[in-house]
Nanobody, 125 residues
């Protein structure tokens, strides 16, 4: 069974930092692109950051970011630990959302087919 379990969310002041983690199991983690998506209250789900897996047709560990988080958030992965990370720096109130870890169906440009239960990030003074 494929499982994704997020952790690391919490309450932080504007300008603060958090590190989210996602423990993956039940599939060959290193071979799949992964992504973080988020959903703010009353808003649609939006993808935040993507990272490539070990593939022959694209660069390993290539990353993509939504414009609003570029330069502030960093996605990374540890294939030995089957863990995905998202470092959130310079957090803004608009970053408040539930953050979900997702497994992509194929490469970095594909849709996700599995999503974790989410971790709440709240940015407030």
């Amino acid at each position: 069974e494929v499982q994704l379990v997020e952790s690391g969310g919490g309450l932080v002041q504007p300008g603060g930092s958090l590190r989210l983690s996602c423990a993956a199991s039940g599939f060959t983690y290193s071979k799949y692109a992964m992504a973080w998506v988020r959903q703010a209250p009353g808003k649609r789900l939006e993808w935040v950051a993507r990272i490539e897996g070990e593939r022959e047709d694209t660069g390993n560990d290539d990353t993509l970011y939504i414009q609003s988080v570029r330069g502030r958030f960093t996605i990374s992965r540890d294939n030995d630990k089957n863990t995905l990370y998202l470092q959130l720096n310079s957090l803004q109130i608009d970053d408040t959302a539930i953050y979900y870890c997702t497994k992509l169906q194929g490469n970095i440009y594909s849709d996700y087919d599995v999503r974790g239960q989410g971790t709440q990030v709240t940015v407030s003074s």
